[in-house]
């Protein structure tokens, strides 16, 4: 894709149409502000970069039926969602429809480069499906701060060898396409947005509860990154003074209390210690314990793995109600890998922010798990890169 809206009223009609599906020249007018000669004018703009065509006639609403106006169908954007210990590769439409998904195993840990060639080898595999000759564009999303104009990670702390490294500009170049990059959750939230739980709610936090804890914060319908991109990191918000180290070098950290990392070490204790024979065994067999362990041992009613997961949950919804005090928003959401922990998880967050946080912030709140899973990572990647596509060049 080479073409670009030319202006902000093209701008909006083409995302317009991504978020609403097809729609005919005479209920696209009645969501702009244009005299109907000038629409008309766009809409014959737009048609004749390739990036919209006419999709048939729409019903009639009286008089000369109107032509539907749709999204080239041939556009394709590629969403990429890494985190901690998986990757995840999408191909979208550009109604950000997912065509094709790729989940495998993989260590952030091991650097950048090794990162990619794994993301490319999906993205490979993903065009020989079929479902992409090539990408009109990526997004992509790391699990940490970035600078966000230059696509940059910054001083990561579970991303050791990434910090400044070049991933837009990198990608951009082995994909031939633009590229944007993000921190992980705001991609999370964006997917929420877009198609989850989120999509008529203008403010709202969503947390994501991976193998550490991040928070996006949707602010008016935008994503709010801070200054330098670090907004929103609150699993480096102190939980116990003078507490645990963390591995961002301070104490004390929610992070170092829960997350995906935290619990599996936490379990692992309570198993040597002979607290949990559920947990316990399934140590003896696999030679260590993960989440998902956790849940399954709660599932069986094992109440050290319940336990885990009450605590975890209180010391996350005290964290949460500071910050719904003091932003006050219309939804809270809460996704990532730990959601498998389900219904005990999301309850010890909603009583600790229900008794902590003020009734007028809390009266109307919902507290809820995201509706997409894995999706909403790739969902939002996919979103970040039309919104730049999307905009005046």
């Known amino acids: 894709m080479t073409a670009r809206p030319a202006n902000a009223h093209q701008a909006r009609l083409l995302r317009l149409l991504r978020d609403g599906g097809p729609n005919s020249r005479a209920q696209l007018g009645d969501q702009v502000d244009l005299s109907r000669s000038k629409l008309a004018v766009e809409i014959d703009r737009l048609l004749e970069t390739g990036l919209v065509i006419a999709d048939g006639l729409a019903a009639s609403r009286g008089g000369r039926r109107s032509h539907n106006i749709r999204l080239a169908p041939g556009l394709r954007l590629l969403g ?18 997912i065509l094709g998904h790729l989940t495998q195993p993989m260590d952030v840990r091991e650097g950048p480069v090794a990162v990619f060639e794994q993301v490319l080898d999906m993205a490979a595999k993903l065009r020989a499906s079929g479902v992409a000759e090539g990408f009109d564009g990526a997004g992509i999303g ?29 990608l951009s170049q082995e994909l031939g396409c633009p590229v944007m990059v993000d921190n992980d959750v705001n991609l999370m939230a964006l997917g929420e947005q877009h198609a989850g739980v989120a999509r008529s709610v203008k403010d709202f936090l969503c947390v994501k509860i991976g193998t550490g804890i991040g928070c996006g914060i949707v602010v ?6 801070g ?3 670090s907004a929103g990191d609150i699993g480096h918000i102190q939980a116990e003074p003078d507490g645990r180290p963390c591995a961002c070098g301070n104490h004390g950290c929610l992070e170092a209390y829960f997350g995906g990392a935290a619990l599996a070490r936490d379990a692992e204790e309570a198993a040597r210690e002979g ?30 793995a319940l336990d885990l997961i009450r605590a975890g949950g209180t010391r ?22 730990v959601t498998g922990l389900g219904h005990t998880l999301l309850a010890a967050i909603r009583t600790q922010v229900y008794r902590q946080s003020l009734p007028l912030a809390t009266g109307n709140l919902p507290i809820v798990l995201g509706e997409l899973g894995p999706a909403a990572g790739v969902t939002g990647a996919a979103r970040l890169i039309s919104d730049h596509l999307f905009s005046p060049a």
């Open 316 to 337: 996350t919804g005290q964290v949460i109600a500071g910050l719904v005090s003091f932003f006050n928003p219309g939804l809270v959401v809460i996704g990532g890998g």
């Open 142 to 170: 790391v699990p940490g701060p970035v600078r966000f104009p230059e696509g940059v990670p910054v001083a990561p702390p579970i991303m050791p060898g990434w910090d400044g490294f070049p991933v837009r500009e990198a």
């Open 80 to 97: 990429v969602d890494i985190g901690a210990t998986s990757v995840d590769v999408a191909v979208t439409n550009a109604e950000l429809e």
């Open 227 to 229: 200054t330098t991109g």
């Open 275 to 304: 607290r949990s024979a559920e947990l316990a065994a399934r140590l003896e067999a696999a030679g260590g314990l993960a989440a998902t362990d956790v849940a399954a041992a709660a599932s069986a009613g094992d109440a050290t």
């Open 220 to 225: 008016g319908g935008e994503v709010y990154r």
